[in-house]
């Protein structure tokens, strides 16, 4: 206290010219539109900079987390690409299985995942060649289906729908079942009508099966937690995702260019 009554002392005069600046300024600012446009200015300059510097900063410290994913998917590139070498050394790859999905990038501006129907909102739409009913992926997994879509965006209907049905099997056999979501945990998800004579085990991984039109096979979608007996005849899995659906930025967009010709066979049926 007796430091603050030293200081005071020494420095009254530098503080009440201060204090009478300070008031000088107010009144200016108050009182006259030119000078208050400029005030306005520069603090707006001066928080958006800030704001800046904060995103920036953020962005800085989610880089381990952007680059792990960055190298997962450089890991699965480079298996594809293998893959597609080895085919070529064989003579297996012609003009006419050249890879049936395309992929294209998105980002995702919308999202919902706390609701019973939740939908996202990816800036991809007809202008770069995307329309309903195409997969929706990152790098760790599904998350949707397009749904409805304008020249520059597209609605995706999450894996997070009570409506949301998808084709998914283990990874270690071909037991498969249908992919849903009972609306409890945005971080679970259940596969059903998977046959009980199928050997499942705890942290088995569960990818999309490929019988259908929309998703290839072998995306990733998560890991079996637990394993209950539905009926005498199947079984019900309870996933937990390896996406994080409350979490997500960069997404692919993937089109079959054999959808067309699948589904006009399966017509005549």
Partial sequence: MQLLNYIFKKYRFFIFFIFLESVAAFLIIQNYNFHREKFVSS???????FYEKVTNLKDYFSLKQENEALANENKMLREKIEYYKNAIDTNFVTSNNFPQFQYKTARVIKN???????????????????????AVVSSLGIIGITEKVSSRYARVQSILNLNTKINAKLKNSNHFGTLTWNGKNYNKVQLLDVPRQAVVNIGDTIITGGMSTVFPEGILIGKVTSVNQKTTTSSVLEIELFNDMSNL?????????????????????
């Fill in 112 to 134: 919902s995942y706390s609701d019973s129907h939740n939908f996202l909102t990816i800036n991809s739409g007809l202008n770069d060649s995307v329309n309903t009913e195409m």
């Fill in 249 to 269: 930025n960069h997404v692919y967009v993937i089109s079959n260019k054999h959808k067309k010709e699948i589904e006009k066979l399966e017509e005549n049926e």
């Fill in 43 to 49: 603090a707006n300059f001066i928080t958006g900079g």
